[in-house]
């Protein structure tokens, strides 16, 4: 008798999962360029797209292999902070953060705009305007600048030393060498006088005010362009009347409404969730899904949907979608889907700004090793005027001068 070998069963394929992860710490461009890359680099992650107006990633990955745990861990590290969103994320928790974001925003940005008015017109003078005794000081504008660093602009700063310590520039990273370079020289300059330096303690002031007024309207931007996503999450109530005996009802926070729960609506109230009338009958507003403003009549055995405005009578749902799977909840994940994907030419301009803080740093550095090397024989005339325009120094003593500084 012969057996027959039958050929092995397939393996079967685990089918990607999707997480949606919270990212906070993402400046710019160059920011959604080295989350996307570090999240592509991790095992396992087969699609990851960064949302900078959302601060949101959405990543595509193998579940046998990685867990959206360590992705935000990864993220975490890197100087993203970051965390796994939830089913029971969408809540009105998101909206409050957005406007948070804003407001605190806002008050870096006015501040720094009060000490750049400081600034201008501590310079009027230059332009023919009047000298005010005090505020054309020297020590003025050095305290001017000491409180632009070390208050509205200290994000800048300590995130910009983030990346070069985890040696990843970004952005911040220019502004904070242009402004701390000023502002040591000038103090240099103040200190020692002898020196003959001219002061810069206002470019410190203006580049740092100017850069925290752009984040002060690209935030705004950001709020008004989630302003859909908000107006959905919005819809959603907090809390539902849950049915314990007849008669009786207890308020439950909405996280906690489980499939087959039955849950009393009242006229004025929208639908927690979606569901199927068990009791009573009404008319509801379902314009947020028909886009039809007249109120629908509903009966015993009709489906309602989460987020709906109930408008005449008292009835009594069963639940049978909660949390993910409710329509209300799949429309704002379909939102934050579209807003998510990216043109082809943003991602091409996402992939240039990756590099634009490194190739800014290597033309610093080439531009330093010239006149470290050749610039200062060649055109000393041209380092003198750098150092000193208003005093003239012998050749040899500029270079000399300027060796030193280099050298310490």
């Known amino acids: 008798m012969s057996s027959t ?13 999707v997480a949606v992860l919270n990212v906070d710490g993402m400046m710019c461009a160059g920011c959604v360029n080295t ?34 745990e360590r992705l935000a861990a990864v993220l975490t590290e890197a100087g993203f902070p970051s965390q796994l969103r939830q089913d029971d994320d969408i809540s009105n928790s998101w909206a409050e953060q957005q406007q948070t974001a804003q407001q605190g925003q806002g008050v870096r940005g006015a501040i720094a705009t009060l000490l750049l008015g400081f600034s201008i017109l501590g310079h009027l003078h230059h332009v023919g305007g009047v000298t005010v005794p005090i ?22 700063l300590q995130d910009g030393w983030t990346g070069i310590r985890r040696a990843r520039p970004n952005m911040n990273t220019l502004v904070s060498i242009g402004a701390l370079s ?3 020289a000038s103090v240099v300059a103040l200190v020692m006088p002898t020196l003959g330096w001219e002061c810069f303690f206002d470019e410190p002031v203006m580049l740092l005010s100017f850069i925290l007024l752009g984040r002060t309207l690209e935030e705004r931007a950001r709020f008004r362009a989630t302003e859909a ?3 959905l999450i919005a819809l959603q109530p907090g809390n539902a009347q849950l049915v314990t005996t007849p008669g009786k009802t207890m308020v439950i926070p909405i996280a906690q409404v489980q499939v087959g729960d039955r849950l009393q609506v009242l006229p004025g109230d929208k639908i927690p969730v979606d ?25 015993v055995g009709d489906r309602v949907i989460g987020g709906t405005l109930n408008q005449s009578g008292v009835i009594v749902i069963q639940v049978n979608r909660t949390g993910a799977d409710s329509t209300l909840a799949q ?12 043109a082809p030419i943003q991602g091409l301009a996402d992939t240039l700004s990756g590099y634009f803080t490194y190739t800014i740093l290597a033309l610093a550095l080439l531009t330093f090793a010239f006149w470290y090397g050749a610039g200062v024989a060649i055109w000393p005339e041209a380092v003198q005027m750098a150092i000193n325009p208003h005093h003239g120094h012998p050749a040899h003593q500029v270079i000399e001068t300027s060796r030193l500084l280099i050298s310490l």
């Open 35 to 68: 989350v996307e890359t570090q999240l592509r680099e991790c095992d396992g992650v087969e699609v990851a797209t960064v949302n900078l107006v959302t601060k949101a990633a959405a990543v595509q990955y193998q579940a046998d292999r990685i867990q959206p």
């Open 275 to 299: 569901g199927q009338i068990e009791t009573g009958q009404t008319t509801i507003n379902e314009a947020m899904v028909t886009g039809e403003a007249l109120p629908v009549t509903k009966q």
């Open 331 to 342: 429309m704002i994940a379909l939102v934050e889907s579209a807003q998510t994907r990216k």
């Open 229 to 231: 996503l908000r107006g």
């Open 5 to 17: 070998v039958l050929p092995p069963l397939p393996s079967a394929v685990t089918p990607p999962a």
């Open 135 to 156: 505020l054309s000081g020297l020590w003025f504008h050095f305290a001017l600048a000491t409180l632009t660093l070390v208050g509205p602009a200290r994000g800048i």
């Open 182 to 184: 000023a502002y040591t």
